[in-house]
């Protein structure tokens, strides 16, 4: 896992381009009725906004929250290191999922007046999504990315 600032970044930004394409993919799927080869494509169009508003979140805000509350939970000395992963990236989702949506229908949804239900249900359907994309799929494939970049001698 990140040791420095540099490799936080570096963590934060291939977790945040994992997560968010995969969700921008999985929404427009759902606005299309359905997954075909210009979801991928269509993507990359939000993906310029998305990411970078994910990114802030993640990195000064979320990231923060989420290891701390992960850390009160978790005591990696009594118990295997890799529930405090599960934990951080739990409680990651469960933050980020809420404001991702929020900004996704603040700007791609045209909820007019009804900006809180139109939130709520965007949260509905992306937290299922969002939440074993994570644990099952990006967490382990960032992780694995993460540590081919930066492999550390073992002592």
């Excluded at 997954?35 to 906004?49: D, G, K, Q, R, T």
């Excluded at 994910?54 to 979320?62: M, R, S, T, Y």
């Excluded at 929020?102 to 007019?112: H, Q, R």
Aim: hydrophobic fraction near 60%; charge should be positive.
């Amino acid at each position: 896992m990140p040791k420095t600032k540099f490799e936080d970044v570096i963590f934060t930004i291939i977790m945040v381009f994992v997560m968010v394409y995969a969700m921008i993919c999985y929404n427009i799927a759902l606005n299309m009725g359905g997954m075909n080869y210009s979801v991928f494509l269509s993507a990359f169009h939000e993906l310029v906004i998305m990411a970078p508003v994910a990114f802030i979140l993640d990195f000064f805000f979320v990231g923060k929250m989420a290891k701390r509350t992960a850390f009160k939970l978790i005591n990696p000395e009594k118990e295997n290191p890799f529930h405090l992963v599960l934990a951080i990236s739990a409680v990651s989702v469960m933050w980020m999922c809420p404001l991702m949506s929020l900004v996704a229908t603040i700007l791609f949804k045209n909820a007019g007046s009804n900006l809180i239900p139109v939130w709520l249900q965007t949260v509905a359907f992306n937290f299922p999504m969002a939440f074993f994309w994570q644990i099952c799929y990006a967490g382990p494939l960032v992780r694995f990315v993460f540590k081919c970049i930066f492999r550390r001698k073992e002592k």
